[in-house]
């Protein structure tokens, strides 16, 4: 099983479970949930993997130690069980009829302890005779009644289900299975006695007589319950019956559990509000208050729903749409995983795009409305369009349905009352208080009915007639209501908003466009808007998207473009089929049997991605460039074959930049400089272009981003938004860039001791056929070193070097060489040391970088013994200001004899800061060998005992652990030993799921 991606589909998850069934589970707030309290496996959609972009086990050397079959043992003791338990109540008709399934599973999450505290209160014979459940619509009143009931029939205890329905027919009572310990069921309006309840309202006696119809036959069962779901739709006669029952069971064994819908209806508010201040004062009634589910809450059950941690960017758009409603939020969950738009890597969930998926029709979101008839489903459809107008949405509500004033009102206090929405005295608005209903209902608007209420919100706002904070409503609904409004001056709004904000909010300026072009009155213009559409799903990092805009605009319009234009979609284009791995049309392009003709930047930048970078030097080496892409395709392709002339220019006169007057491409050349330095491992030009040009580190792309993270030392940042990179590549397909996040990734990840997650991963970045594959090499060896095999890592990097040589490339073969010399060193071979020495002194002249000087003067250092050779290697790693890499040049130097051993501490210090487990473990060993204290002797302990549950997790066998660790197979099952039985473990499988959990106690 991969540790970085996985099918994690609800089915997936449920059978992955299925073994774990049978125990509670330990959340992080350190509460015990029973399995069968969790929610239930969403059963409509998936939560997308990564592959084919994603990180699969190694085909062929793959760490031995059965570390595959460790992560699928440990991950199934993780998970909660998700699938439907054996012999539900719904689904055995010996067990009593449930109260219904308008509460499904789903609806319980976050409502565990309710369940529990209901479960004590109802088997305490001491308790008040009657407990209210209350709250707003979709809090999972109805899911609580029915685990309760589930949990009573598990223990034996009888138990009488009522459900009151405003308005609906009484249902005739139903008689329990044999065996059976439930009483009866009724669903209707009505209590289920003989007689009449007509009057008791006013008359106690008629209510007495009624209770005791009721309480007698309960009583008569013993210590049974009487569950009813909502009870606010009682009348009052009804009402008065309730209160009589509870004061029959006064001192009995017979509980009552009642669920009841606030705001209550205003027929019974005041009456309801007397019978409960009665049974107050007299002890008889105990109160539970559902809230919504806060952020923690709703992270814990997405955590159990998709077995991975989720990230915050998830967990706060699930709180909008659901504002903390359960039913709300599975089924926002359900809707982004059948709009594939959840991927998970290595055990952490990503949104990757913000589509929903529709809901089925008569989903239970959206029947509280429908149950309101046909006028009260228009009119919330209709609030759902004109909510952001405040005060003015009964009037345009009442155009839209052509409904009087008073008939208005009376739809909008019916879904006031219903609890869909919610009426704000202050500002007199009116509001969904769930975001995700009216989502819903603006999905299941038709196309014209749609265009008809934003035709009516365009006319509101532009007449004065209502109002909008947010300047993007107005340009949604010219986008919506289509040659209802006019065209020309929707067309014109539509293209300057969707240019101002492209930056910013992609998704929306890309919608904006669609319906511009659309509106526009001839071919040009829409080839024009077309161009546009494709430069932002490009800057977005939306590569498919980006495709597919980009073959219907050569297809359907490349006529109506300039050759420059031209140039510029045909390049995006290009770059858009090697992001989604279609290599064949690649392919194609260089040799010329393509469609169309291809200038020469486009077969260029072909040949580039394809890895043939000398090709495409020699192609634009000599050419004026006809554009901004073809100058960046020369500087780039002459950086990466040692060339870096034009990208030094360039990067020293940003003023000179084409077309830098437009902010999108001026951003473009931006990121393209930023990287390029990156892939130089020069953050200190990174920053100062940032600078210089005003940018925020956070405006750059996720990839730049991570890759800037991890060389400035923000080690837990770094991971966090390379994995979101690759979600993001793994739904919208992964750039040219996304190599050099899996080597910051997979450096990071060896730091920590994450050996089998970073094979994987590079593992899958290889099998992508990045533009530049001798990237992996590095750190692909590194990890061959530290199993204990110097041979196969001096394989690969000579591997490495072959493949750039052939290709023509000279950037980061300095690297390469370096781990070459000091692995020649290791191995006494002295005549390559010298050979690699002066292979890095030519690759760094050419160059000409501090990377590669650095790198130098290391191999001088070691070589040559050069003491000097090493200060001054340490001197530019601190001026380069990386800690990461400043650590190791210290230990390096050390470790080789020719540097100063006092410098130790501050590597030590370094490492823990990073939090690199790995390598603190080997500069401790280093510190003790020169007779360096290492301070925090509790602190060592726990640090190395963390680090052994890390390796373990990995799935490294004792032999390799004792590789790593620098100590031997007895040591290390001593050490074993010692953490089994100071954290209660008692498997290598129970540590790797506490692990996963993230409960290990160090």
Not at 222 to 251: K, S, T
Not at 282 to 297: A, I, Q, S
Not at 563 to 584: K, P, W
Not at 854 to 860: I, N, S, T
Request: hydrophobic content about 40%; charged content about 25%.
């Amino acid at each position: 099983m991969n540790s970085f991606a996985r099918p994690c589909s609800s089915r997936t998850a449920a059978r992955t479970s299925a073994s774990s069934a049978s125990r509670p589970v330990t959340l992080s707030r350190s509460r015990i949930i029973s399995p069968r309290l969790l929610p239930a496996p969403i059963t409509h959609g998936r939560v997308a993997s990564v592959p084919p972009n994603g990180f699969h086990p190694r085909p062929r050397g793959h760490l031995p130690g059965g570390s595959d079959d460790l992560r699928s043992r440990a991950v199934s003791e993780l998970l909660p069980a998700l699938g439907k338990r054996p012999g539900r109540a719904a689904d055995c008709d010996d067990r009593g009829r449930r109260l219904t399934e308008k509460g499904t599973r789903m609806g319980l999450a976050g409502r565990g302890r309710t369940v529990h505290a209901l479960l004590r209160t109802v088997t305490a014979p001491a308790e008040a005779p009657l407990t209210i459940v209350g709250g707003r619509p979709g809090l999972g009143r109805t899911s609580v009644l029915n685990a309760l009931h589930d949990e009573l029939f598990e223990r034996g205890t009888p138990t009488a289900t009522l459900r009151f329905h405003r308005g609906a027919p009484a249902e005739s009572p139903r008689a329990p299975a044999t065996g059976s310990p439930a009483v009866t069921m009724v669903s209707g309006t009505a209590w289920p006695v003989t007689g009449s309840t007509t009057g008791a309202h006013d008359s106690p006696g008629i209510a007495r007589r009624a209770a005791s119809a009721v309480a007698d036959h309960l009583i008569a069962r013993g210590a049974a319950v009487l569950l009813i779901d909502d009870a606010q739709w009682m009348d009052l006669d009804n009402l008065a019956v309730l209160e009589a029952v509870v004061r029959r069971l006064a001192g009995t064994s017979v509980h009552c559990v009642c669920t009841v819908r606030t705001p209550v209806p205003e027929a019974i508010r005041a009456a309801g509000r007397e019978a409960m201040d009665r049974l107050r004062a007299d002890l008889l009634v105990r109160e539970h208050v559902l809230r919504p589910l806060d952020k923690v809450d709703i992270t814990e059950i997405v955590a159990e729903t998709l077995a991975a941690r989720p990230s915050s960017g998830l967990i706060d758009r699930l709180w909008h749409l659901s504002r903390g409603t359960p039913l709300a939020l599975v089924t926002a969950l359900d809707a982004y995983q059948r709009a594939d738009s959840v991927h998970v890597v290595d055990q952490h969930a990503y949104l990757t795009r913000p589509r929903l998926a529709e809901l089925p029709a008569g989903h239970e979101l959206l029947a509280p409305i429908t149950g309101l008839g046909e006028a009260a489903w228009r009119a919330a459809k209709a609030v759902a369009v004109f909510e952001p107008l405040g005060p003015a949405v009964p009037r345009l509500v009442e155009r839209a349905l052509g409904t009087s004033p008073e008939e208005t009102l009376h739809l909008l206090e019916l879904l006031r009352e219903e609890g869909v929405l919610r009426f704000r005295g202050g500002d007199r608005s009116w509001r969904f208080p769930v975001p995700l209903v009216a989502v819903a209902l603006l999905d299941a608007c038709g196309p014209y009915e749609r265009r008809q209420l934003a035709q009516l919100a365009v006319t509101a706002l532009r007449s004065g007639d209502a109002r909008c904070d947010d300047p993007g409503y107005l340009t949604d609904q010219l986008a919506n209501a289509g040659r209802l409004v006019d065209p020309a001056d929707a067309e014109a709004t539509l293209v300057d908003r969707a240019s101002a904000t492209m930056l910013t909010d992609g998704a929306r300026a890309d919608r904006w466009l669609a319906s511009a072009a659309d509106l526009a009155g001839d071919r040009a213009r829409q080839a024009r808007i077309q161009l546009a559409r494709v430069s932002g799903r490009f800057a977005h990092g939306d590569y498919r998207g980006c495709l597919a805009a980009a073959e219907t605009l050569l297809g359907d319009f490349a006529g109506h473009l300039t050759s420059g234009q031209l140039d510029e979609l045909q390049i995006r284009h290009v770059i858009a089929l090697y992001s989604v791995g279609d290599f064949e049309a690649l392919n194609d392009i260089v040799s010329g049997t393509h469609r169309g003709k291809q200038q020469v930047p486009v077969v260029a930048t072909a040949l580039a991605l394809l890895g043939r970078w000398r090709e495409a030097y020699e192609l634009v080496a000599d050419r004026a460039p006809s554009g901004y892409l073809e100058t960046m395709v020369r500087w780039h392709a002459g950086l990466v074959t040692g060339r870096p002339g034009h990208f030094e220019r360039s990067l020293a006169r940003p003023q000179e930049w084409p077309l830098r007057e437009t902010e999108q491409y001026r951003y473009e050349q931006i990121s393209a400089h930023v990287r390029a330095l990156l892939s130089l491992g020069d953050t200190t030009r990174t920053e100062k272009l940032l600078i210089v040009e005003e940018l925020p580190a956070d405006r750059l792309h996720v990839t730049e981003q991570a890759v800037l993270a991890m060389h400035q030392g923000r080690f837990d940042e770094a991971l966090e938004l390379g994995r979101a990179a690759t979600a993001a590549g793994a739904a919208l397909g992964s750039g040219p860039g996304q190599v050099l996040v899996h080597h910051a990734m997979a450096t990071i990840l060896h730091a920590r001791g994450r050996i089998t997650g970073a094979r994987d991963l590079l593992a899958t970045a290889r099998e992508a056929r990045p533009p530049l594959p001798h990237l992996l090499s590095a750190p692909e060896a590194l990890l061959d070193s530290t199993l204990g095999e110097p041979d196969e890592a001096a394989r690969r990097l000579r591997e490495g070097l072959a493949l750039a040589s052939g290709q023509g490339v000279v950037l980061d073969t300095d690297a390469l060489w370096w781990h070459l010399t000091e692995l020649s060193i290791l191995h006494a071979d002295h005549a390559r040391a010298r050979t690699c020495l002066a292979e890095l002194d030519h690759v760094a002249e050419q160059m000409g970088t501090s990377r590669a000087t650095l790198h130098l003067l290391l191999a001088r250092a070691l070589v040559e013994h050069d003491r000097e050779a090493a200060s001054s290697a340490v001197r530019l790693a601190q001026e380069r200001g990386q800690p990461f890499e400043l650590a190791r040049v210290i230990d390096t130097v050390v470790r080789h004899g020719v540097g100063d051993p006092g410098l130790l501490p501050q590597s030590y210090e370094l490492f823990g800061e990073l939090d690199a487990l790995l390598y603190r473990s080997w500069s401790r060993d280093l510190m003790r060998r020169h007779d360096i204290a290492v301070r925090g002797r509790q602190t060592t302990i726990a640090e190395n005992e963390r680090l052994l549950a890390v390796l373990v997790t990995e799935g490294l066998g004792n032999k390799q652990l004792a590789t790593v660790l620098h100590s031997t197979e007895k040591g290390i099952e001593g050490r074993l030993s010692r953490l089994f039985s100071r954290t209660g473990y008692r498997s290598r499988t129970e540590l790797a799921a506490a692990m996963f959990r993230g409960d290990y106690p160090g």
